[in-house]
Each structure stands twice: as structure tokens, then as C-alpha cells.
Nanobody, 117 residues
Framework: QVQLQESGPGLVKPSQTLSLTCTVS?????????WAWIRQSPGKGLEWIGY???????YYNSSLKSRTSISRDTAKNQFTLRLVSVTPEDTAVYYC??????????WGQGTQVTVSS
């Protein structure tokens, strides 16, 4: 059974860096799939942040690209989101998810991140 679990701080101060890790169990992140970060801000829809592919290549939402990086640790089977220079508008529930093609078929439970001083 494949599972995804997000982890990281729930509170980040403005201008600092948000860092979240997704730990994948039951499947290797180096095989076949694309591993993504998605968020949902209060009162808004889902926003795709970016993904890291099984090959290690990355692709980002153009509106967040200048502040975003996604990396991976294949030994730990984890991938990590870094979002720099955060503002209160980055407050959201952050999800990691998996897709092969098309819809995301597997999601973590989500983690609340609040940006506040």
C-alpha cells in the first residue's frame, strides 16, 4: 500500500523559508511517477505548486517559480518543497500527491502552514 505523509513546521514567519517534506512508503520515487506539491488557501481552490519527476527533473507553477524549489532524497524516499520569502498569502494546507498521467491518484493527508509573525 502506497502512502504519502507530509511533515514540517506549521508556523513560518513572513520573509522566511517554508520547508516541507513528503515521505513516500510502499513505492519508490524513482520509478514511473511524478511527485507534486499542491496547496489550498482559505476560501480558494487547489493550486498546483510543482513536481519532481521519477527522473529527478522538476517543473514549477510559473507564478511561484521564482520562489520555489523541489528536491529529493532517494535514500530516504522523500521529496522536499522549499518556498522562500513567504508572505501571509502563502498560508494554506499543503499536500503532496502522485500522478502518472492526468489526475492525481494518491494524496497525503495535508499539513496546515500558517505564515504569521
Amino acid at each position: 500500500q502506497v502512502q504519502l505523509q507530509e511533515s514540517g513546521p506549521g508556523l513560518v514567519k513572513p520573509s522566511q523559508t517554508l520547508s516541507l517534506t513528503c515521505t513516500v512508503s510502499g513505492a519508490s520515487i524513482t520509478t514511473n511517477y511524478y511527485w507534486a506539491w499542491i496547496r489550498q488557501s482559505p476560501g480558494k481552490g487547489l493550486e498546483w505548486i510543482g513536481y519532481i519527476a521519477y527522473s529527478g527533473s522538476t517543473y514549477y507553477n510559473s507564478s511561484l517559480k521564482s520562489r520555489t524549489s523541489i528536491s529529493r532524497d532517494t535514500a530516504k524516499n522523500q521529496f522536499t518543497l522549499r518556498l522562500v520569502s513567504v508572505t501571509p498569502e502563502d498560508t494554506a494546507v499543503y499536500y503532496c500527491a502522485r500522478t502518472l498521467t492526468g489526475p492525481y491518484d494518491l494524496w497525503g493527508q495535508g499539513t496546515q502552514v500558517t505564515v504569521s509573525s
